[in-house]
């Protein structure tokens, strides 16, 4: 950010003090909360991220909200749990400020800054296997991030930490037990059919929108980028058929994208633009008929096993979706492994979890061979492009 550059509804910029002793130096993001920055702690010349919230009610009762999440979220090492470390909160005259470890670029941003449309296998390997992880370790204390996505990811450290990635933004986390078939969240792109349809859910929409991250990782495109409901909801069933009757049985809002039919052996239909009211829409780069047609990612995926991981992650009865544990015992993070243990017909099938410190002693582990995947999948890109730097020379 430019020093001369202000947050006009904020008023502030490159030199103002938070507290009494953070100084800005830039301006990280701006969204409809506040804006993030990045300071230095005068007394100790520390660098950290400082979260700054509007002075509007409803945005100072969710920052309280996301205090009282944070506070619940000490118990765990952000380090080995991969979530962004919170250091405490303070008050800015009347704005409340949240201190949090400094972290380099979100995922999208790191694509975008290198250009780079897809990731390899190796590459997305550790950032599925770290987030699975993160949110191994929210369910255990009954946490709901209800905000996953590619801006959410973070690289540790793009230079020092490359493949080392932590979770962020807990704005919109919840308790699982306070949760309601009502209550809305994540963002649409990444939305889980449970949540659009109003039936209860529960920490299974960070697993579904997870799924969408690895989708999005590996091919360069968004999979469901509807800018309605409506027009997700019909991206979903064009690739992945209609949600069940048991499943629409349960939904508050069923109905409003559903009508029933009068012959109760023909279940449910799906209701056109016109019976919404609305003209038909088209906004994805990527169509798939069904997510076995990955095919670039395919090409490099031994035994299809990413294909059949996102396909277990993107379950659309949340009850069926694969769960964390299961997860990080999946094959596709040991290359050395076959789908012995995985149901090739059946990806709703997972594989027998008989005890989470089981899962966890194995970890180290399973994190160990997965870096050297990755380190292998980012030494190949970089050698395909000083080959293309010397042909075009």
């Known amino acids: 950010m430019a020093e001369n550059q202000i947050c006009d509804t904020l008023q502030i910029h490159a030199g103002s003090i938070l507290g009494h002793c953070y100084e800005v130096v830039d301006l990280l993001g ?17 660098m950290v991220a400082i979260k700054v919230s509007k002075n509007n ?17 000490q118990c765990l090492d952000p380090d080995q749990c991969h979530i962004v470390r919170w250091n405490d909160f303070f008050f800015n005259k009347h704005l409340i400020c949240l201190n949090f470890e400094l972290l380099d670029q979100n995922l999208r941003i790191f694509q975008q800054e290198r250009n780079i449309e897809t990731l390899s296998i190796g590459e997305i390997s550790p950032i599925l296997y770290q987030m699975a992880t993160a949110l191994l370790h929210l369910s255990n204390i009954g946490i709901v991030h209800m905000d996953i996505k590619t801006e959410n990811i973070m690289v540790v450290d793009c230079n020092q930490e490359p493949l080392t990635f932590k979770l962020i933004d807990f704005g919109l986390a919840k308790v699982v037990s306070s949760l309601k078939p009502s209550d809305y969240g994540q963002t649409t792109w990444y939305r889980a059919p ?13 697993m579904w929108s997870l799924g969408i991250v690895a989708v999005n990782l590996a091919t360069g495109h968004h999979l469901y980028p509807g800018e309605t ?30 009508k029933k039919q ?20 088209e906004s994805r780069a990527l169509n798939l008929k069904s997510l076995e047609e990955i095919e670039v990612v395919q090409k490099c ?10 396909t277990m992650m993107l379950q659309l009865d949340h009850e069926l979706r694969i769960k964390p544990a299961e997860f990080l015992l999946h094959s596709f993070f040991n290359p050395s492994l076959t789908l012995h243990s995985v149901d090739k017909e059946n990806p709703s099938s997972s594989p027998t ?15 160990t061979a997965i870096q050297e995947q990755a380190k292998d999948g980012w030494l190949k890109r970089l050698f395909r492009r000083i080959q293309g730097a010397f042909k075009r020379n």
Request: net charge negative; aromatic share 8%.
């Open 30 to 46: 701006e969204g409809s909360f506040g804006l993030v920055t990045k300071c230095c702690n005068t007394e100790t010349n520390e």
């Open 262 to 281: 009068n012959d109760s052996s023909s279940g449910w239909q799906f209701k056109t633009p016109d019976e919404m009211g609305s003209p038909p829409a």
């Open 194 to 206: 449970e949540v659009m349809l109003g039936i209860p859910f529960n920490e299974a929409i960070d």
């Open 353 to 367: 979890n008989s005890s989470q410190t089981e899962q966890i002693q194995v970890e180290d582990q399973k994190e």
């Open 301 to 310: 995926d031994k035994e299809g096993l990413f294909v059949n991981l996102v």
């Open 229 to 258: 409901d409506y027009d997700a909801l019909s991206y979903i069933i064009e690739t992945q058929g209609t949600p069940s009757d048991s499943m629409l049985e349960r939904g508050l809002r069923s109905h409003y994208y559903f």
């Open 57 to 73: 009610s409803e945005i100072m009762h969710q920052a309280r909200e996301e205090i009282t999440i944070l506070k619940q979220l």
